[in-house]
């Protein structure tokens, strides 16, 4: 075996020739079997350096160019690999064809007049000052493309690459050409020459045609055959060093890798390479408007960059830019297309918001009506939605949730109307009947399905305030007709049982009384209100307040010479919004319930009372059984406790307050909402009625209680108040504490003051009912 001259002991260089079916158009069909782009694509594999078309049909100039150089083979350069073992190789790669004249079509005349197969066998090539190949555009502007000369003008062939075009050519007959690859291997083999058989353009192959090319090779001994895609570079490589490998026995045994494995790893080194390229071009292009231009130089370092464009060339890499920024376009469209989309429901309930308008248009005929509309600039002109979104499926999609948003509130109110006309009309909703009792009344009507729970309640809550109020304004008129019921009470006394069983028995019979009969406490509040007015006759007692002629004349005094009269605006009690309290107040054998029924009767009619010159609405629920019962329950779906005021006057209701307590922290341990430790919580000792301060309870009982209930109050992490403190003391932690200062705004109430709280501080003077003197 001759081998070539070496440039370097460590890098050894081989002469490889490729060979195959050449000729005319009659010979070879209307295109080659691919020796150029093989050839192309192993010496210079970038994708960007790779082209398809080869032609050897050139023009008597071309021909006689120093690339050609009249020669009937091309020198496509020299290339470097490096093989599992040993160290590198260089190879010349030179291609074997026939050059046809474009006037004649037929072979040009050359120096070499040898037929094709025995030319493309010779081991010798010589082509004085013979350059370098790249392209078909280098014929004739060799100027413009790097200038490199064959070495020496000659090389001594080491290797030949025999291909088979295994492609359903164009007016090409396999089996003609096998014929002629016969010929041609035939010729071949006389040179001792090793011989690879590499089969062309195997990503078109036909089946027939590549199992026929590897029975050939079978026949033949030692000749090696690899299945190649110049196209999609597939196995090009390998044909090449498979060669070397039987030139050079050290480099090693070859490795023949079937096309369609190969190929499987080309994709996936294609597609890992394209995600990473991806992966960069997402890191880097964040903006839709970035250009490729400015994109190209930023990326030109990057490792991802440089391994995609070699393997899929610029082209694809600019493509795969612009799909980004096209979809980074899309996402910036699609994001602006919400946002308008998310506006458009504001501007459809703004431009018509009335179902009268638009129910009988059609979507088109609702745009026409939105244009007429004086608000139509704000939402399609300052606030940027184009008006022809409005010509989307999506926007009328949106229209006719607006439509139905519509309907459904008309038959919504329809439904609030139609259960408040049920709730009036009922003879059995009364005043103050539950909503547990009263909902079984509505389960059945059509209206149930449309109203969710709380609107329900909320409009029961509301007729029910409506009732309750007109029930409460005729049995205060019921009062006022029997007057002559209070007239035997003695001042600043509170009535006894008897009296107010007397009372009731007359009143017993009225409809006006019967009507509060499931708000007895509320109506007991009443009578005690009443009686507490008709003995304190001011505006604050006054059962019209805060509308009666007092308050009335303050106000208009006030406003017509605000400097002299200022004083009484400042006071007035039906001014500004009220504060809510809801207080429990627990105790045991009626005392919960009558201290409930002495507060109301301090408060104005509708339930409110001033405390540091701020008015509050109290809500009170007396509680004296077992806390565990739904019926004693702190917490209902109307009321929420802010704060909790328990009473005792002995150690059996001491008892009960603490075993009320603790089941009922017992009952809410572990829930996610426990607010029962949050709330204010007082423990305050009763005296007996008609003792005049706590020593007449008896020395020694009344310090027994009062250590007691602040051991008491201590366990269960409450306030205890003392008997002996100043009245009221105990509203401000339950919510009241909010009103800063403490001058008392309510000392017209000095009648009642000692029912809010601990009794009053008397003077030595004060002797003139001191049996009337209690203690709560």
Not at 609 to 630: H, T, W
């Amino acid at each position: 075996m001759m081998m070539a001259k070496k440039q370097d002991a460590k890098a050894p260089t081989y002469n490889l020739v490729v060979v195959g079916l050449s000729g005319t158009e009659k010979e070879k069909g209307q295109c080659g079997v691919g020796k150029s782009c093989l050839c192309n694509r192993f010496v210079r594999p970038s994708a960007d350096n790779f082209y398809l078309d080869h032609t050897s049909v050139l023009s008597t100039s071309d021909f006689g160019g120093r690339v050609v150089n009249n020669d009937h083979f091309l020198f496509w350069g020299e290339t470097g690999r490096v093989l599992e073992e040993g160290p590198e190789c260089r190879m010349h790669v030179v291609e074997q064809t026939e050059f046809i004249d474009d006037q004649t079509f037929q072979p040009h005349r050359s120096t070499a007049l040898q037929p094709y197969i025995k030319r493309a066998a010779s081991n010798k090539l010589a082509s004085a000052e013979k350059l370098m190949y790249f392209c078909t555009d280098q014929l004739g502007l060799e100027q413009d493309f790097e200038q490199k000369q064959m070495p020496e003008g000659k090389l001594m062939v080491d290797g030949f690459l025999l291909c088979v075009d295994v492609s359903r050519g164009m007016n090409r007959n396999f089996d003609d050409q096998m014929k002629f690859i016969t010929n041609l291997y035939n010729q071949l083999a006389k040179n001792k020459k090793p011989v690879v058989l590499v089969l062309t353009k195997c990503d078109e192959g036909v089946e027939r045609y590549i199992k026929d090319s590897h029975t050939f090779a079978l026949a033949k001994k030692n000749l090696q055959v690899v299945e190649t895609s110049a196209r999609s570079n597939i196995n090009v490589d390998l044909a090449f060093l498979t060669l070397v490998q039987l030139i050079d026995k050290g480099r090693g045994k070859p490795k023949i890798i079937p096309y369609f494995e190969a190929l499987k790893q080309q994709s996936q080194q294609i597609a890992s390479a394209k995600d990473r390229y991806e992966w960069l071009v997402s890191r880097i292009v964040k903006n839709h408007n970035e250009t490729w231009p400015n994109i190209n130089r930023r990326m030109q370092t990057s490792s991802e960059y440089k391994e995609y464009v070699f393997l899929e060339g610029t082209a694809k890499v600019k493509k795969l830019f612009q799909q980004h920024v096209h979809r980074l376009k899309q996402e910036h469209i699609e994001r602006r297309r919400r946002v308008y989309l998310s506006t458009l429901p504001q501007a459809l309930g703004s431009l018509v918001p009335e179902l009268d308008e638009i129910d009988h248009l059609s979507w088109s005929g609702v745009q026409k009506v939105l244009e007429t509309k004086q608000d139509f600039s704000h939402w399609f002109v300052d606030e940027r939605i184009p008006q022809d979104l409005l010509e989307t499926p999506v926007a009328e999609t949106i229209y006719e949730s607006h439509l139905e948003h519509l309907k459904n509130e008309r038959k919504r109110a329809e439904m609030r109307w139609e259960f408040k006309e049920k709730l009036s009309a009922s003879p059995f909703i009364t005043a103050g009947k539950p909503w547990e009792e009263a909902r079984s009344f509505i389960m059945n009507e059509d209206f149930y399905q449309w109203l969710e729970e709380p609107e329900y309640l909320d409009i029961y809550n509301r007729h029910q305030k409506e009732i309750i109020d007109r029930a409460k304004e005729d049995f205060q008129e019921l009062l006022l007709e029997y007057s002559e019921l209070f007239y035997e009470l003695e001042v600043d006394a509170k009535p006894s049982k008897e009296k107010m069983g007397a009372i009731q028995e007359v009143l017993g019979e009225e409809q006006r009384f019967k009507a509060l009969q499931k708000l007895q406490a509320e109506r007991d509040a009443l009578v005690l209100k009443h009686i507490h007015f008709v003995y304190h006759p001011t505006k604050e007692t006054c059962p019209n307040s805060p509308h009666c002629v007092d308050c009335k004349i303050e106000q208009v005094l006030a406003s017509k010479f605000p400097t002299r009269y200022s004083f009484f605006d400042s006071h007035k009690p039906g001014d500004g919004n009220a504060d809510r309290i809801n207080l429990v107040i627990l105790g045991k054998d009626g005392l919960g319930r009558e201290l409930a029924n002495e507060i109301r009767a301090l408060c104005t009619n509708d339930d409110r009372y001033v405390l540091d010159g701020k008015m509050y609405e109290l809500s009170l629920r007396p509680i004296e059984g077992n806390v565990r019962l739904p019926v004693n329950s702190f917490h209902t779906p109307t009321f929420t406790p802010h704060g909790v005021l328990c009473l005792y006057n002995s150690k059996e209701s001491l008892s009960y307050i603490v075993e009320s307590i603790e089941k009922l922290r017992e009952s809410t341990l572990g829930r996610r909402e426990n607010s029962l430790f949050q709330l204010p919580m007082n423990l305050l000792l009763v005296t007996k009625r008609g003792v005049g301060s706590i020593r007449d309870i008896g020395g020694e009982t009344a310090h027994t209680l009062i250590l007691q209930g602040q051991q008491v109050a201590g366990k269960l992490q409450c306030g205890y108040l003392d008997p002996a403190s100043p009245g009221r003391r105990w509203l401000r932690p339950l919510g009241l504490r909010r009103a800063r200062g403490c001058r008392d705004q309510t000392a017209a109430h000095r009648g009642g003051e000692h029912l809010l709280g601990a009794p009053r501080q008397h003077s030595g003077q004060d002797h003139h009912h001191p049996q009337r003197q209690q203690a709560f």
